[in-house]
Structures are given as structure tokens and as C-alpha cells.
């Protein structure tokens, strides 16, 4: 199969990514071939078979729902690019 | 031991000499910076050193281990070992990039609980090592920060996605080291540089702080020179976490080794899927001669199939990128990481993306969106986890009948810098024998086996059912008391 410049340019905006149009077409190529590999998955019978939904054996123990101490705004801002009185700073969404 | 090569010592070693006194953890510590000061230029294993905490924590562990003379106190079971942790891992206060710009200037205020342990059980640590960005990638060579290299020969990758871990260990920087396994990432690498390393059971160590890539799959590992060495730290970072719903909480067993090489009673399975068309005969003559090894030590060896096999490589390249599609979502250059000067939300997400993310993450998260996306859900990512159900199944089966699979952890040994640059499927086909595993979530341990012809080393690898991690211990354990490649040190 092949990716047309399109539905590269679609997957991109889904996966909200700005690339140069030589990384469009590098991608286009690339990810035809790896899909065309993936297409052998086709030829395995899995009627009847499960999805996998977890590789565990046993469900796992919840913790129990408790108040704790954790971390402070200032401690959880300080990675922030942009941040005023407690908060993150984002461009403005709404005109 | 002179005070100037501490850093050859084994964790064992090193923990028995701090034990008798012999050395301080300064001493030790200060050799493993030399080391590293003296190598780093050419092997570049980590991307951030930590030299100073190290000291400051070497010294607080010298005075604990004196104060302790005194009071009789019970100390800290690995206190003054010097470890090295992928940048993969949170560590509080200190740079955690996960091999990406778009982390460049990110300094966690948490430890992951793996690493949090392993201080609380008395480690030093040295500083976050080098790894393919956001542990995707088979050579380190994805690693803004620029390739590791293979201490055997700096012509050659070191593996990846824990190259740096694995290079460190290799060079003898460090006794140990984490790393990250997600699709082959600790195990691959150890074998590419000749040490061995631990993939855990899923569940059975906390990935929290551990940056997430394929949540289903991703596993916290260690580095060490033997397999002794990785059950002294694995045996301290084990075990449920509240903070990880997915460590489940079952007794840690004791890693105690046996003290006679003697593997009577101890079935292991030999799948003939691993052994194709293709691979360098040299890996395969060294691994089948080892199982030869451990047949002679009193297994019984016997083939068996794990007839999915082939399809774990297509499965993993759909599911791993797909749950990173979503995983890698959180970088949107507002509550950390890079920014880039935008009008709009949708231009700050896209610009941000688009300049902090490497090539081959980018590569990953346009698969992973393909494949969950509208018309194709079901064709690619629903398909892929019902074979990956075979593939489960398969280990369900075979670990019925054997108590261990040992099997090649990699087609061939390390491959050149640039090599596989412009084929990333040819990249991909060196995690064959090691995708399966993380599928199955069963644990995998790969210690050196040989070398080929070109002085390179080559890695075997021991699976177990799921939480018999124990298993794996004792037979490379067994293996490593009448062999020495495990002893065998790059010329550098």
C-alpha cells in the first residue's frame, strides 16, 4: 500500500505535529513500507480470539483513597514555560 | 586493590570490600568518577553527571557505615554503591531529558519509586545515562544529545535503547546501572556490550517516574557485570507500589544463589523459532553451545515452539507506537519542556512538537495515530492485539511444560554507527527475539555467552513465567560459576 500526501498531512494534524515537507515525504515512503510489513498480521486467523487487555495474571491491589501531603503549585510550576499567580500561562483560546 | 581501580570491582566485590572495610564509598565513588572523567569523551554514556551529590551521599554513607560500628545498627543493604540511572527515570532535582530537546531543561520534583529504593537501600548516584529519545530505538543513535558508543569498539553502536546504562556498566564506570525494556531495550543492550541485564516480570517492579512510551509493555531493568550482581539490587527495587496500579502484590522471594553450579531438576525449553535464517552463525554457535553448558550443569534441555514468533515484530510495531501516540500527548509546551512562540493553542502544540521531537519519535507517532485512527482501528491496532493474545499464549504454554526458554537476545552482534540510518524497518528487525517477551510480559534475563571473531560479544538470554524472576537468577547465576565471559572487560 501507499500513503498519499494527504493522509500524511491529516495524520499530522491529528497527532498535532508541524513538519517540513521533507519530512512529509520521508514519512509518506517510510510509513507505507512499515504498514505493508505490519500487513502480514492479515493472513493470522483470530476468530474467537480475545483482544488482549492485560498481560497480568491477577488484578492488582488498589491503595486506599486517603489524604497525603503532595506536591506544592510552586514545585509543580517550576518546569512551567509560562506560568502567573499559580497558574499556567497558554496562549488565548477564546477570541 | 589500590584505591586507583576500585572501579573494577563487581557490585559483589565492591560490597564486600566496603563490608571489610577495605575501601570508604568515597574511595570507590571517586574511582568511578576518574573512570568516567577518563572515558566519557570517547564512550559518552551519560548526559548528565552528578559528581557532586555523588560525593555528598558516598560521604553520608561512609559516616552511617561508621556510625554503625558503634551502635551495632542495622545498615542499608547496598549503602555506598555507586548507580547509574537511564534519563528515562525521574529523579528528583536532577536534569531528566529522556534523550529529547523537548525535555531539555526538565528537572522532576519526584524520584521514580525504582530509583527511590535503590537510594533507600544506600546508592550513590553517579548520573543519568544516554538512551535513544524517549526509549525508542536499538542503538542510541535517536539520542539528541548524540550516539553512545560500544566500549568493545567505538566504531559501533552499544545497543539501544539503554545504551548509555549498558556502555557505562561495560566501560566499568559504574557496577550497575538502570535501564528501561520495552521492546528489548535493557537486553539488547547488555548483549551488544557484554554484561548482563534484567527485563522484569510486568508488574513486578513500580514504573512510577518511569517516563511512559508503551504503557502495556514498558518494564524498569538494571545493568550489572553478573547475574549475582543484578539479583542484589533487583531484590531491593521489587515489589507492589501504591503508586503504580499495575505492580501487583505478591511476596518478593528471596534471590539467595546456591552456592554449587547445580541446575538438577531445572527444565529448560529451547524454541526453535529463534534460531532462523539470516543470523550470524557465530551467535548462533555461542548460544547453542551454552545451553550445551547448562545441560552439562544437570538441566534437562528439550526443544519446544512458540509458533507466534514471527508475528511479535509487526504486533509490537503497532501496539508500542500506538499507546506512545497517546503517552507522548502530554508534551504540549505548557506544563514543562520546551515552548515555542506561538498565537494560538494549535500553533503553540503543533511548533512545540514539531522542534522539540527527534525523527524517529515523530516516525512513531504518526504510526501509532495511523494506526488508531478512523477506518483503521480495527485492520491494524485490534488485529494486532488479538495476535498478541497468540503470542501470551504461546509463553502460557511452554512455561506448562519448562521452567526456562533460553534463546539469541539479537540476531547478530553490535552493527556500526549509522548502519541502519535511513531503513528504519532493518532497525526494527533487530528486536525479533527480544519484542516477544515484552508481549507476553513474562521476565527475560541476557548474560555474554561468547565473542565472535571480530572480539565482539554475544549475549544469550534466559525467559521465565511470569514473577520467576528466581529461576533466571539461579541458572545464569549457575552458568556464570563455570564460564568467565562474564569477567571479560573491553581494552580501553
Redesign the interface.
Known amino acids: 500500500m501507499s500513503l498519499t500526501l494527504e ?2 498531512e491529516h ?2 494534524s ?6 517540513t515537507a521533507e ?1 512529509k515525504e ?2 509518506r515512503q ?2 507505507s ?3 505493508d ?2 500487513r ?3 493472513e ?1 486467523d ?1 476468530t474467537g ?4 487487555s ?5 488484578r ?4 486506599e483513597d486517603r489524604v497525603e501531603p503532595s ?1 506544592t503549585p510552586a ?2 510550576l ?5 506560568a502567573e499567580k499559580d497558574q ?1 500561562r ?4 477564546i477570541e | 586493590m589500590s584505591a586507583n581501580n576500585l572501579h573494577e570491582l563487581s557490585l559483589a566485590q565492591a560490597l564486600a570490600g566496603l563490608q571489610r572495610g577495605d575501601f570508604s564509598s568515597r574511595e570507590l565513588t571517586d574511582a568511578c568518577l576518574a573512570r568516567i572523567d577518563g572515558l566519557e569523551t570517547r564512550v559518552h554514556a551519560f548526559i548528565t553527571l552528578t559528581p557532586d551529590l555523588a560525593r555528598q551521599q558516598a560521604d553520608q554513607a561512609d559516616a552511617v557505615r561508621a556510625r554503625a560500628k558503634k551502635t551495632g545498627e542495622a545498615l542499608p543493604p547496598l549503602l555506598g554503591l555507586p548507580v547509574a540511572v537511564k534519563d528515562v527515570l525521574c529523579t528528583r532535582g536532577v536534569r531528566t531529558t529522556c534523550g529529547s530537546r523537548i525535555l531539555e531543561n526538565f528537572v522532576p520534583p519526584f524520584n521514580a519509586t525504582a530509583v527511590q529504593r535503590a537510594l533507600d537501600a544506600g546508592m550513590v548516584l553517579l548520573g543519568k545515562t544516554n538512551n535513544d529519545e524517549f526509549a525508542m530505538g536499538s542503538s542510541t543513535e535517536n539520542s539528541a544529545y548524540g550516539p553512545t558508543r560500544n566500549p568493545w569498539d567505538l566504531a559501533r553502536v552499544p545497543g539501544g535503547s539503554s545504551g548509555g546504562s549498558a556502555a557505562a556498566v561495560a566501560a566499568r564506570m559504574t557496577p550497575a546501572a538502570f535501564g528501561s525494556d520495552t521492546g528489548g531495550s535493557v537486553r539488547q543492550p547488555a548483549s551488544y556490550c557484554g554484561i548482563s541485564g534484567i527485563k522484569p516480570t510486568y508488574g513486578r517492579v513500580s514504573r512510577y517516574g518511569l517516563v511512559a512510551y508503551g504503557s502495556s509493555l514498558d518494564s524498569v531493568g538494571l545493568f550489572a557485570r553478573s547475574a549475582e550482581d543484578l539479583s542484589l539490587v533487583f531484590s531491593q527495587i521489587a515489589g507492589y507500589d501504591e503508586r503504580d496500579a499495575t505492580t501487583l502484590d505478591l511476596p518478593v522471594p528471596s534471590y539467595d544463589l546456591p552456592q554449587a553450579p547445580d541446575l538438577n531438576g531445572v527444565r529448560i525449553g529451547v524454541p526453535k523459532e529463534y534460531f532462523i535464517a539470516g543470523m550470524q552463525a557465530e551467535v548462533e554457535a555461542c548460544v547453542r553451545q551454552a545451553i550445551e553448558q547448562l545441560q552439562a550443569l544437570g538441566a534437562q534441555v528439550r526443544e519446544i515452539s512458540l509458533p507466534h514468533t514471527e508475528y511479535a515484530l509487526p504486533v509490537y510495531y503497532l501496539i508500542a507506537p500506538a499507546e506512545a501516540s497517546a503517552n507522548l500527548a502530554r508534551y504540549d509546551g505548557i506544563r514543562y519542556g520546551l515552548s515555542e512562540e506561538s498565537e494560538t493553542m494549535l500553533e503553540l502544540y503543533r511548533r512545540t512538537r514539531g522542534a522539540g521531537f527527534g525523527s524517529e519519535v515523530k516516525r512513531r507517532i504518526m504510526l501509532g495515530t495511523y494506526a488508531l485512527s478512523a477506518g483503521y482501528y480495527d485492520a491494524y491496532y485490534g488485529q494486532a492485539q488479538k495476535v498478541r493474545t497468540l503470542i501470551k499464549r504461546d509463553f502460557e504454554q511452554a512455561f506448562e511444560q519448562v521452567d526456562a526458554i533460553a534463546c539469541p537476545v539479537a540476531p547478530s552482534t553490535a552493527f556500526k554507527l549509522g548502519e541502519h540510518a535511513d531503513d528504519p524497518l532493518a532497525m526494527y528487525l533487530e528486536d525479533v527475539f527480544t519484542l516477544p517477551i515484552n508481549l507476553g510480559g513474562v521476565p527475560g534475563l541476557a548474560f555474554p555467552a561468547g565473542f565472535d571473531r571480530q572480539g565482539l560479544p554475544v549475549g544469550m538470554q534466559l525467559l521465565g513465567g511470569h514473577f520467576n524472576e528466581a529461576v533466571l537468577f539461579r541458572i545464569a547465576h549457575a552458568y556464570q560459576m563455570v564460564t568467565d565471559w562474564h569477567t571479560r572487560a573491553p581494552a580501553l
Open positions: 493522509e500524511v495524520i499530522a491529528l497527532a498535532r505535529l508541524e513538519l519530512e520521508r514519512y517510510q510509513l513500507a512499515i504498514l510489513y505490519a502480514r498480521l492479515q493470522v483470530t480470539i480475545p483482544p488482549t492485560s498481560v497480568l495474571p491477577a492488582s491491589r488498589l491503595r506536591l514545585e509543580l517550576r518546569n512551567a514555560p509560562h499556567f497558554v496562549p488565548p483560546v
